[in-house]
């Protein structure tokens, strides 16, 4: 798929899966291109790497794809909105980024500007890798480069009918975990607040939907993937490599030793 295509299905609110990889591994970057989401994205701001590993992740990521003809493409959660973190992700190849922390429409305003060129953003251009991939110019990468703005913090969600105005920006995407730590869970998933957390998503889709974006969420595996997707959800993101390589290996040895 090429990025041009994956930010149109974005845009068109198509149904979007996607895989979540914290690992510094390029070489599990490269299966998990291989197995037909359509997207995988590279956890820069939690994740156990560095530039160098979301570099080489990227690389493997679109080796994956074209050896298995699935078209996946790479996504970046970069660690901030800061323009040099959102032009370095997107320098090395990444068909768009995920931004934390977007607390009010300024936040996501500036994200938007940090992944566009001049004159309608700041983004420097110094494009390596991506130019090979996105564009090559200027305004065509504009069009293809995909943002989408985290809501997970009480701020953002008390604002996330103004950061969904916000021009330019590509779509949101629900950090469960942080949410529902912002709504009173004394850990993710809390049973206490489930009403709580349930309006909120109803409020964030219903901003969304007004300014016809899609919204994406994060899940754990692809029961709860194919929930939200049936609840409306535009799209949802599987996590994670680390954790489900635990979760196999655990299951693995329960089933050799018979407990």
Same mark, same amino acid.
Do not use: C
């Given at each position: 798929?090429?990025?041009?295509?994956?930010?149109?299905?974005?845009?068109?609110? !198509?149904?979007?899966? &996607?895989?979540?990889? +914290?690992?510094?591994?390029?070489?599990?970057?490269?299966?998990?291109?291989?197995?037909?989401?359509?997207?995988?994205?590279?956890?820069?701001?939690?994740?156990?790497?560095?530039?160098?590993?979301?570099? =080489?992740?990227? @690389?493997?990521?679109?080796?994956?794809?074209?050896?298995?003809?699935?078209?996946?493409? &790479? @996504? +970046?959660?970069?660690?901030?909105?800061?323009?040099? +973190?959102?032009?370095?992700?997107?320098?090395?190849?990444?068909?768009?980024?995920?931004?934390?922390?977007?607390?009010?429409?300024?936040?996501?305003?500036?994200?938007?500007?940090?992944?566009?060129?001049?004159?309608? &953003?700041?983004?420097?251009?110094?494009?390596?890798?991506?130019?090979?991939?996105?564009?090559?110019?200027?305004?065509?990468?504009?069009?293809?480069?995909?943002?989408?703005?985290?809501?997970?913090?009480? !701020?953002?969600?008390?604002? #996330?009918?103004?950061?969904?105005?916000?021009?330019?920006?590509?779509?949101?995407?629900?950090?469960?975990?942080?949410?529902?730590?912002?709504?009173?869970?004394?850990?993710?998933?809390?049973?206490?607040?489930?009403?709580?957390?349930?309006?909120?998503?109803?409020?964030?889709?219903?901003? =969304?939907?007004?300014?016809?974006?899609?919204?994406?969420?994060?899940?754990?595996?692809?029961?709860?993937?194919?929930?939200? @997707?049936?609840?409306?959800?535009?799209? =949802?993101?599987?996590?994670?490599?680390?954790?489900?390589? !635990?979760?196999?290996?655990?299951?693995?040895?329960?089933?050799? #030793?018979?407990?």
């Amino acid at each position: 798929m090429s990025s041009t295509e994956f930010a149109r299905r974005m845009r068109d609110r !198509e149904r979007i899966v &996607g895989y979540w990889s +914290v690992l510094d591994a390029p070489v599990v970057l490269e299966r998990l291109g291989r197995v037909g989401y359509d997207y995988v994205a590279i956890d820069g701001q939690h994740g156990l790497l560095g530039y160098s590993g979301i570099l =080489a992740g990227l @690389l493997a990521i679109d080796a994956g794809a074209a050896a298995g003809g699935t078209g996946t493409v &790479g @996504l +970046v959660r970069v660690q901030s909105k800061d323009p040099a +973190v959102i032009g370095q992700a997107l320098d090395a190849g990444a068909h768009g980024v995920i931004v934390p922390l977007v607390n009010r429409p300024d936040d996501a305003a500036q994200a938007v500007a940090a992944a566009t060129y001049p004159p309608n &953003g700041v983004r420097s251009y110094g494009p390596m890798r991506s130019q090979l991939r996105i564009g090559p110019t200027p305004a065509e990468a504009d069009a293809s480069v995909v943002v989408l703005a985290m809501i997970e913090t009480a !701020e953002g969600l008390d604002h #996330v009918e103004e950061i969904a105005a916000v021009p330019g920006l590509s779509g949101l995407y629900i950090g469960p975990s942080d949410l529902a730590l912002a709504l009173g869970a004394r850990t993710p998933g809390d049973p206490e607040i489930a009403d709580r957390f349930s309006a909120a998503l109803d409020r964030i889709r219903a901003a =969304a939907d007004a300014h016809g974006l899609p919204v994406l969420i994060h899940t754990p595996d692809g029961e709860t993937a194919r929930r939200r @997707l049936a609840e409306g959800f535009t799209g =949802a993101t599987i996590a994670s490599d680390l954790v489900h390589l !635990e979760a196999a290996a655990r299951g693995h040895l329960q089933t050799a #030793v018979g407990d």
